[in-house]
Nanobody
Framework: QVQLAESGGGSVQAGGSLRLSCSAS????????MGWFRQTPGKDYEGVAR???????NYSPSLKGRFTISKDNAKNTLYLQMNSLEPEDSAVYYC?????????????????RGQGTQVTVSS
C-alpha cells in the first residue's frame, strides 16, 4: 500500500513558476510508475505527466514543454516543476502511482493517488 501526499501548490501570477512535491510512504517508489494529473471544476481529469520506473517521461502535448516531471528515489519523492504558468493551468493537481503494469493507463487511472494540491494562476 502506497500513501501519497502532495505539497507546493499555491497562488502565482501568470508567467510564474511552482514546484509541486509528492512524498510517498508505505513502499519505495523505485519500481513504480508515477505521474501527475489535474482537475478543474466541471471538467474531466487531465493527465499532465508520467515517469516510468526506468525514468522515461511523457507529457501532455498541451503543456508545450513548460512542465518537467522528476523523481528522487532516495527521498521517495516525485516532483513537478511548472514554469511559464498560465491561468488555464489553474486546477487541483494530484500525484499518482501504479505498478509498471498499470503505467499505460495514464496517471488519472493509477491505483494510488494523493489528496491533491490547489494551483491558482492569476492573469
Amino acid at each position: 500500500q502506497v500513501q501519497l501526499a502532495e505539497s507546493g501548490g499555491g497562488s502565482v501570477q501568470a508567467g510564474g513558476s511552482l514546484r509541486l512535491s509528492c512524498s510517498a510512504s508505505g513502499d519505495t517508489l523505485i519500481t513504480y510508475c508515477m505521474g501527475w494529473f489535474r482537475q478543474t471544476p466541471g471538467k474531466d481529469y487531465e493527465g499532465v505527466a508520467r515517469i516510468t520506473s526506468l525514468g522515461t517521461t511523457n507529457y501532455s502535448p498541451s503543456l508545450k514543454g513548460r512542465f518537467t516531471i522528476s523523481k528522487d528515489n532516495a527521498k521517495n519523492t516525485l516532483y513537478l516543476q511548472m514554469n511559464s504558468l498560465e491561468p488555464e493551468d489553474s486546477a487541483v493537481y494530484y500525484c499518482a502511482a501504479d505498478t509498471s503494469r498499470g503505467c499505460a493507463n495514464g496517471p488519472s487511472k493509477f491505483r494510488y493517488r494523493g489528496q491533491g494540491t490547489q494551483v491558482t494562476v492569476s492573469s
